[in-house]
């Protein structure tokens, strides 16, 4: 069986403060990047997302 799907999931930032000019928060967003892309080039087409503030969100962008 092929898996083709990607759910995003993640804390609510706000419950712990970030900073999205933070260098560890630019350094996730890479991350998250890379890997997105890496998931789209082995055959992932459909990304799921509750598109909360914060991770969830920075993956819809990205996947956009």
Known sequence: MDITSC???GYHPLRF???E???LCISIKQKMLL???ALYENGVT???TSCEVGASMWAAEMVL
């Open 7 to 9: 759910a995003f999931v």
């Open 46 to 48: 459909d990304f799921c």
């Open 35 to 37: 890997q997105i892309l």
């Open 17 to 19: 403060g970030y900073d």
């Open 21 to 23: 000019e933070d260098s």
